[in-house]
């Protein structure tokens, strides 16, 4: 592995460019895990990494991708040797130091995961948006919410994190309501198991927020935040709690203590990005047994890394539908 090819990310005045370059190993940061990367997967934070000003890489030039699967090359830990299957997500890969759109990648062995019963493939099908549905969903059975209390709605539907919840929460057993502003994708998400398709919320995004609003839900999966998010609080049953995790509607939270102080809902905050080593360990034990999605392969489409920047421009357009693989190995 002297030289090894990349999609790397570049300032060009006041834009970003993305290019293929060859790289080499000096180019990679410390860490005691290479490995030859397989498989990555396309975020909306891949997307804001070459977005100016989006937010979320510290420096330039950068390999984005914050998700990877591959095989494990050279290690200096006895947790990994060459040969394993591992996959890694979240803390600084792809923001901060070289992610997953490069042949090699090299990483701390503290956030390293061994894929056990999931195919490279099918981890990157997962990752990080994969990741955060199951603890979104994780985090509302830990309410106490059942399938009998009422239905659960997902806004932001047909996105990553958004289809993976619906198709979780219906194998679950939970009677899921699909929020979209893509109409066109209303017999996929039925076919992901949700009892109901519904537009993008508020209904009337003109209106004037209510504090609190006609009760519909026992819970909910949040993947957009702003106005779609005060309005979820508004109108979630006495004791239901939503699990937020999106800012694609924006950041800002127009909204009340009433739905807190009246009806004693909870706002759980989700953060799959700095989550400890040994419970992200635990929980990917889980996706690879009985919390594996049902639908990845209807969930997932694939695309070679040297396209992904257009895939990329989709997603920030939020005109993309569930989860793209990336391939690599071969990719270039």
């Known amino acids: 592995m002297e030289s090894f090819q990349a999609l790397v990310a570049r300032q060009d005045g006041g834009g970003i460019v993305a290019a293929v370059e060859t790289l080499r190993a000096s180019d990679l940061p410390a860490g005691e895990v290479t490995i030859r990367v397989l498989y990555s997967s ?42 394993d299957l591992v996959l890694a997500h979240g803390y600084q890969i792809g923001t901060g130091h070289h992610g997953g759109y490069a042949e090699y990648a090299r990483l701390p062995a503290d956030q390293v995961v061994v894929l056990g019963a999931l195919s490279p493939r099918e981890g990157a099908a997962i990752g990080t948006a994969g990741f955060t549905a199951a603890m979104s969903v994780l ?24 289809s993976v919840s619906v198709d979780l929460l219906a194998a679950a057993g939970y009677q899921v309501v699909a929020s979209t502003g893509k109409s066109e994708q209303a017999d996929h998400l039925r076919a992901l198991g949700a009892s109901e398709v519904i537009g993008r919320l508020p209904a009337d ?47 800002a939270l127009n909204t009340t203590v009433m739905p807190f102080i009246l009806r004693g809902v909870s706002l759980l905050g989700i953060d799959s990005v700095q989550l400890p080593i040994q419970p992200r360990r635990e929980l990917w034990a889980q996706l690879g047994g009985a919390l594996k999605p049902r639908h990845l392969d209807e969930l997932t489409h694939e695309v070679d890394v040297k396209d992904v920047v257009e895939v990329l421009d989709e997603v920030r357009a939020g005109r993309y539908s569930g989860r793209a693989v990336v391939r690599v190995a071969g990719g270039f």
């Open 42 to 83: 396309v975020n909306f934070k891949d997307a804001l990494a070459l977005t100016p000003k989006g937010g979320v890489v510290r420096d330039y030039p950068i390999v984005p991708g914050i998700d990877l699967t591959g095989e494990v090359v050279s290690s200096e830990s006895p947790d990994f040797v060459p040969g």
């Open 139 to 162: 985090a509302l059975v830990g309410r106490g919410i059942k399938p009998p209390h009422g239905p659960i709605v997902v806004t932001g539907a047909t996105g990553g994190v958004g």
């Open 205 to 251: 995004p003109d209106a004037k927020p209510r504090p609190l609003g006609r009760t519909r839900w026992v819970g909910a999966v949040d993947c957009v935040g702003g106005a779609t998010l005060a309005d979820v609080l508004s109108t979630l049953e006495y004791g239901g709690a939503v699990a937020a995790s999106g800012l694609t509607g924006g950041a």
